[in-house]
């Protein structure tokens, strides 16, 4: 019942009927509070749960299997655990040939991420940019947003071209996290185009709209920090009097 729940999106009730003792000496049941506290973006207690070998997971029926790897393969690339997150992503591709969306985009994006903790920015960079263009609605935007990021670390993209692709996707996918993420970015990059009106603009308003507090925290510090840095700054000294 409470496997059902947890697929179901109902996971405050899944995580309730997870509690009871009989289940906790059934090692698989760990996969599934993993899963369930992943589903609710709680990528901490998700990562305490979660077993590093996916081995009872190669049992399951192959959608199911795509449903808890691909958030499992996520819980561990949070914590930076490159060999526990490789294991599922690998236990995955062996269905790749059958993978339709929304998994497959899913799984793409997860390899792009696990490349780059891996030291491969290029690979990463090649799978998410081929992602900006096709798949998944949710996907694409992730994809798009980490390849901006970093694509400008690696300097092969201008602010100009960040800002034209940020602005895209912000029309891409609306409503939660993600979308804070994707403004919270285009709004430094007006900045660092020198559109300093947009991008406080745009962090204000963000802000303002967000229900996530430690979101909230770090987007009113980068205001603050450039607010700051535009009138006592370099920057102050190309601003005209009003």
Same mark, same amino acid.
């Given at each position: ?49 979660? #077993? ?106 201008? #602010? ?83």
């Amino acid at each position: 019942e409470a496997a059902a729940q947890a697929l179901a999106g109902h996971t405050l009730k899944a995580e309730r009927n997870f509690k009871q003792a009989k289940l906790n000496d059934l090692p698989e049941v760990q996969y599934w509070k993993a899963y369930n506290f992943g589903r609710m973006e709680r990528w901490d207690d998700a990562a305490e749960m979660m #077993p590093d070998d996916p081995v009872f997971l190669s049992r399951y029926p192959r959608l199911i299997k795509y449903e808890l790897g691909l958030v499992l393969a996520e819980t561990a690339l949070r914590q930076n655990n490159i060999q526990v997150a490789g294991d599922y992503i690998a236990l995955l591709q062996s269905d790749l040939s059958k993978m339709k969306n929304p998994y497959l985009s899913a799984y793409r994006y997860l390899l792009g991420e696990l490349r780059r903790q891996e030291g491969d920015e290029s690979e990463a960079l090649a799978i998410w940019e081929e992602m900006l263009e096709s798949g998944d609605r949710l996907y694409r935007a992730k994809a798009g947003l980490a390849w901006v990021k970093l694509a400008r670390i690696q300097e092969e993209i201008t #602010p100009a071209r960040g800002i034209e692709i940020l602005d895209q996707l912000r029309y891409t996918w609306r409503g939660d996290g993600l979308e804070t993420q994707i403004a919270h970015t285009l709004g430094k990059m007006y900045m660092e185009q020198g559109e300093y009106r947009k991008g406080l603009s745009l962090l204000r308003e963000t802000a303002s709209f967000t229900d996530n507090e430690a979101n909230r925290s770090d987007i009113v510090s980068d205001m603050q920090t450039a607010f700051r840095d535009l009138f006592l700054g370099d920057a102050s000294e190309n601003l005209s009097a009003i």
